[in-house]
């Protein structure tokens, strides 16, 4: 610990100024793009769903639509998210099964659960409030070629099927994670990754997000296309009766 306290202060950054800098980094008021999702189990045997996806920041909060295009089994299955920076209020969450014909509404103890068969929970495909951690500057390193700060990330309070711990590598130019290890009660669960980074209207992003289960030896690829920033959206697109139209061409 006495390693670590020096170091922090020799930088002159703490690990919450850095991730505070994560999150304010520069990513649109809007994001509309294509994703193609390959999951792929411990066999090597491959399952490919294509979705759209928008999202508008209201402050510093989050409105989010998903809907699937294919394969035929998921065609029409929606999902939409209401995110809120302040922590003591709770994220609303709602799922549309087209074979079901219903809206279902996500709990809050359901958010360490699996979003679609991929390896990304609810709570990943979200936007932690930074005060939900404690986080440490543990040491400054370069990975794949980059100079990155490592942090890690502790909750303050851990529920049953939380992480128990987040490694993250920043990369200082653009203040972005390229990579986390995700550790549970078992040790670590599992690493995600963000890859082809480009510069987009003046907005780095990912092309490509890698998420691997080492645990259940299963890997979520996401392949963003089509990646669009700052176009306008409107509000009504955010409501729970876009879920049940199966398709959104806006």
């Not at 209201?58 to 995110?83: C, H, N, Q, R």
């Not at 809206?103 to 409030?129: A, E, Q, V």
Request: charge should be negative; glycine fraction near 6%; include cysteine.
């Amino acid at each position: 610990m006495l390693i670590i306290a020096n170091f922090t202060q020799a930088s002159g950054l703490t690990g919450r100024d850095i991730m505070v800098k994560v999150d304010n980094r520069d990513d649109g008021d809007t994001r509309k793009a294509k994703m193609v999702m390959t999951l792929i189990n411990n066999v090597g045997d491959k399952r490919i769903r294509e979705v759209v996806s928008y999202q508008k920041d209201y402050g510093k909060d989050t409105k989010a639509i998903m809907i699937f295009e294919s394969p035929g089994d998921v065609k029409g299955t929606g999902y939409l998210s209401w995110e809120y920076d302040d922590e003591d209020k709770e994220d609303n969450r709602w799922l549309y099964m087209p074979a079901l014909r219903k809206i279902r509404r996500i709990s809050g103890s359901s958010n360490d659960d699996y979003f679609m068969g991929t390896d990304f929970t609810y709570d990943d495909m979200g936007d932690r409030n930074v005060d939900e951690d404690e986080h440490t500057l543990l040491r400054e390193e370069e990975l794949n070629g980059y100079q990155c700060w490592v942090i890690q990330s502790i909750p303050k309070e851990i529920d049953e099927g939380d992480y128990t711990k987040k490694i993250s590598w920043i990369r200082q130019d653009i203040a972005m994670a390229i990579k986390t290890d995700y550790y549970n009660e078992y040790g670590l669960l599992k690493t995600y990754q963000a890859k082809d980074i480009v510069e987009i209207d003046g907005i780095w992003t990912p092309k490509q997000r890698l998420m691997v289960n080492k645990q259940d030896e299963h890997q979520t690829i996401i392949d963003m296309t089509e990646l669009k920033f700052n176009v306008a959206m409107d509000d009504n697109l955010f409501r729970t009766s876009m879920l049940k139209r199966g398709n959104i061409r806006y």
